[in-house]
């Protein structure tokens, strides 16, 4: 039976998001990111063997497979460079495979990034490029998923106030993270429920924003990881999965890929109990309510409960259960980073690296993308002993 | 390492253009990659797809793509916004890692939904180079006259190529152009952009490839089912040269000649060459870059289905190179062959992968 | 030079040929028709309206049969809009809806219409209202919204399974 090596992250590296990073290049945001994974390495271009790359749609930035053109930004000529592309959930999907390049026995130091300058391009056009045959009713993804969040909340029976109680959470965990793209330290769950409805029943403090950022994360084989003299976190088990965009009887609020994935990904990690092993959440959450959604379908809450965990404060950083410590997508959303930045973030926090986000004595944490119309999943976890 | 092979393949005809959307030009070659293993689509542990947004016109554009795999229940699956040849070195980590055994990976695209030389354009530094709107044949043609100026190369070793392909794919039913050709014929045809001609350009097509691969003992209990050979992945490697047109000499292809030599070409005779070559210049080159021999006495036979000159289906192109490497192991023509898959400007990036019988 | 240059402005403009392909065929005549034709899944027998593709994406084979659906339907679930964005060419605050039309066992997105935002249901019977016959295209765009019929709400049950 083939056995994987094993794959620890030894170095994490992000920019200052923001919606419009004028001051740099698409080369330059990239080796903000990159720059700060190697220091935080302790390593060096010339040390990396391979450079895996995520993002989303190239119309973003009007650059068709822009890591052609970042060959000389990124040392990388001579080396392997390779580019994944799975919507929404990429920057998840990258770490994987990075991971992969590590645990095939194949490469020793694999950097990998994901990033969107998306100010450059028209993020809203490029996200819904008209179409001919078909009826363009959609707000962008706001518009796709508000029906699917008031399926959840008529069939859980959630109280109105979840989403926001979620977004005033994540807005506010953002003010302990100086990379984070919003900074709103006032917000209250009164001032977010008089927030305007954007696709009701989605609110615009609900809402993530659109960001330009770069997430970089330098991952090592065990000799290698061993012989580093910083923390690291290692990979203890990755899992994806993905289902067709549309077919009758789909369930979007809970997909089966979703909970696929989940299952795959606990049974590979040897966890029983989600809510009790795991010490730290990074999820992919652009719209509020999918917090308590997602919460169900990984299986960390019980059907139609997982607003209660919302409710009951077990997801704030002082709970049982933190989740987006960082802010998550809701504070900071380039979407090719985003996926790297959960993936990532949930290693800073098993490398003890979170500074003011950091939760005491986390040996376990998750880390989860999704993309497409909730089709496409990504998840990893990684812990602070080797698995 | 584990054992890896390509077990079975499949190619949609290389169309100028067709009316088929991707999932309906998609489906009956992933079907037809299935019968051809001998698997159901249950069978497969993984699934990885190379297409390109910008090509198609349309962000996300591999979503369908998952629609036509009856992804249900759901299934692994992954995607490269690359030709499907770098799917299959995703597909072939995998495999490595212990996770799956098996993966069907494919590649595809229709250049006619739009100019595609015009596309390619928007691969190149978008601050100082792109706004120039220098199109993918003179981008090549740059090369092609930087080759001819050094001595490298002559127009008549570039007729050579077009004569020779063409000519191999008159047994491709694949191919898009065929023909037996003479090299003063060639000669006659009219620059496009000179230095090249028409029939040093790739035939721009709609296609799709697709791949099964399958690790050890799964390789060879399938493939003996089926009476073929496995077309073991000896050595896989790819990488690229910097696109800085200053920083990098377009007369030879340093990222070809390392991949070849990472994945161990030289290491014994070459029976067949598959190179993923879309212009005829380009071709010359890649022969020195893997070490090769371009003779009428060489016992390697390049391009014998006509390569991606005769049929160029971007973002399959690359993956058919390989299934057409992997078809001659199989089916007993060669003992040892190459496949190669390349993308960028000048051959900026190249993909090289050791096929043998056992 | 006193000024840097921080910014270009590099506008990007190509021109796509788009497929519906031949499976959708059908559909797209009925749409010329003033009908909402479908097609069924020759393995789960579950009817496809509009038929991408052609394919039903569960089973991954070619959908066969052309099955009428509709004209009316029920709002599974549904968004009210209120944000502007470029390309969007319908007045805010409007109603996005998925209708499940009789007869289909997949929902389409379109307009509601005809009725206060805040009274759209979940269950709501609906009946397409169809542009001037010489606008007619083959596209759902065919149809400028869907209003309420009066029935009486459909029971949850009977396209709770769709949400």
């Known amino acids: 039976m083939t056995v994987a090596e094993r794959c620890a992250v030894i170095g994490v590296g992000q920019t200052q998001h923001a919606s419009c990073r004028a001051d740099v290049s698409i080369a330059g945001l990239v080796r903000e990111a990159v720059d700060r994974a190697l220091l935080s390495a302790h390593t060096t271009m010339a040390e990396i063997d391979a450079i895996v790359i995520g993002k989303a749609p ?330 | 390492m584990r054992d890896v092979a390509i077990i079975a393949s499949a190619q949609a005809p290389n169309l100028v253009s067709t009316t088929a959307t991707p999932v309906e030009m998609l489906m009956p070659v992933v079907d037809q990659a299935l019968a051809n293993a001998g698997i159901a689509r249950s069978e497969v542990g993984f699934w990885c797809h190379g297409s390109c947004d910008y090509m198609t016109g349309q962000p996300f554009s591999f979503v369908s793509a998952v629609d036509a795999l009856g992804a249900w229940p759901p299934i692994i699956e992954s995607h490269v916004e690359a030709d499907g040849a770098w799917a299959l070195y995703e597909a072939w980590l995998k495999i490595q890692t212990g996770e799956v055994d098996t993966a069907l990976v494919f590649g595809n695209g229709r250049s006619s939904s739009s100019d595609i030389n015009r596309i390619l354009t928007l691969q190149l530094d978008p601050y100082v180079v792109a706004p120039l709107w220098p199109d993918d044949r003179s981008i090549a043609a740059i090369q092609a006259r930087a080759c001819l100026e050094a001595g490298i190369i002559t127009p008549q070793q570039m007729a050579m ?193 050791v096929l043998e019988g056992e | 030079m006193s000024e840097e240059v921080l910014r270009i402005r590099t506008p990007i403009g190509i021109h796509y040929q788009y497929s519906a392909g031949p499976h959708t065929s059908s559909h797209l005549h009925g749409l010329m028709d003033g009908k909402f034709i479908g097609k069924r899944c020759p393995s789960c027998h579950l009817v496809y309206m509009p038929p991408r593709n052609g394919t039903c994406a569960k089973c991954g084979v070619l959908l066969a049969e052309d099955v009428e659906v509709g004209p009316a339907g029920t709002i599974t679930t549904f968004c009210i809009v209120n944000v502007p964005f470029l390309g969007q060419t319908i007045k805010i605050p409007y109603v996005a809806a998925t209708i499940l039309l009789d007869g289909s066992d997949l929902g389409i997105q379109h307009l509601i219409q005809e009725v206060e935002a805040d009274e759209v249901r979940m269950g709501m019977r609906v009946e397409p209202v169809w542009r001037p016959r010489e606008e007619w295209e083959p596209s759902l765009s065919n149809i400028t919204y869907f209003r309420p019929t009066g029935e009486p709400d459909a029971d949850f049950e009977s396209f709770g399974g769709h949400l």
């Open chain 1, 58 to 387: 190239d119309m973003l930035e009007g650059v068709m497979m822009p890591e052609l053109y970042l060959v000389d930004a990124l040392a990388a000529s001579g080396k392997p460079v390779f580019r994944v592309h799975t919507a929404g959930s990429v920057g998840g999907s990258t770490a994987i495979v990075a991971a992969q390049h590590v645990m095939s026995g194949v490469h020793k130091r694999v950097l990998t990034i994901g990033f969107e300058k998306q100010s450059d391009g028209n993020a809203m056009w490029a996200l819904s490029v008209p179409l001919p045959f078909g009826m363009p009713v959609h707000a962008g993804a706001g518009g796709y998923f508000s029906p699917i969040i008031r399926s959840y909340i008529k069939r859980s029976g959630a109280p109105s106030h979840i989403g926001c109680m979620v977004a005033v959470k994540d807005r506010t965990n953002a003010c302990l993270n100086p990379y984070a793209h919003l900074h709103e330290p006032d917000w209250t769950l009164e001032k977010a429920m008089e927030s305007p409805m954007l696709w009701d029943p989605v609110r615009m403090v609900e809402t993530c924003p659109s960001s330009d950022g770069a997430m970089a994360l330098v991952l090592a084989a065990e000799d290698v990881a061993d012989a580093h003299d910083g923390p690291k976190a290692w990979v203890h088990a990755t899992a994806m999965r993905s289902e067709p965009t549309q077919f009758a009887g789909r369930n979007q609020v809970s997909p089966q890929a979703s909970e696929d994935c989940a299952q795959d990904l606990w049974r590979k990690a040897g966890i029983t109990s989600p809510i009790d092993e795991i010490d730290a959440v990074e999820m992919y959450v652009p719209f509020a309510w999918f917090e308590p959604m997602w919460l169900e379908s990984l299986g960390f809450a019980p059907k139609d409960q997982g607003w209660r965990f919302v409710e009951d404060g077990v997801t704030e950083m002082t709970g049982k259960l933190p989740v987006n410590c960082s802010g998550g997508v809701l504070s900071t959303n380039p979407i090719g980073a985003s996926g790297m930045l959960r993936f990532g973030e949930a290693a800073m926090q098993v490398m003890g690296i979170a500074g003011e986000h950091q939760i005491d004595s986390v040996r376990k944490a998750f880390g989860h993308a999704y993309g497409g119309g909730s089709q496409f999943f990504a998840m990893w976890v990684v812990g602070a002993d080797k698995p």
């Open chain 2, 161 to 353: 190529v077009a004569v020779r392909n063409h000519h191999h794919a008159l047994t491709n039913p694949y191919a898009l152009r065929k023909g037996d050709y003479t090299i003063d014929e060639l000669l006659q045809g009219a620059l496009v952009a000179d230095p090249l001609r028409e029939h040093d350009c790739p035939a721009h097509a709609d296609g799709v490839t697709a791949v099964v691969i399958a690790a050890g003992d799964a390789a060879r209990s399938i493939s003996a089912a089926r009476g073929s050979r496995p077309a073991w992945i000896r050595g896989i490697d790819h990488r690229i040269d910097t696109q800085n047109l200053g920083n990098r000499s377009i007369t030879s292809l340093p990222s070809a000649e390392l991949a070849a030599a990472k994945a161990g070409v030289g290491n014994d005779k070459v029976d067949v060459a598959e190179l993923h070559a879309p212009y005829t210049h380009q071709e010359v080159l890649l022969v020195a870059a893997l070490g090769l021999v371009d003779s009428p006495d060489s016992s390697t036979s390049i391009n014998p289905s006509g390569g991606a000159l005769c049929g160029n289906p971007m973002m399959s192109a690359g993956l058919a190179r390989l299934a057409e490497a992997a078809s001659r192991v199989a089916d007993g023509s060669a003992d040892r062959a190459v496949g190669h898959a390349s993308s960028g400007p000048w051959m900026q990036q190249n993909l090289v992968c």
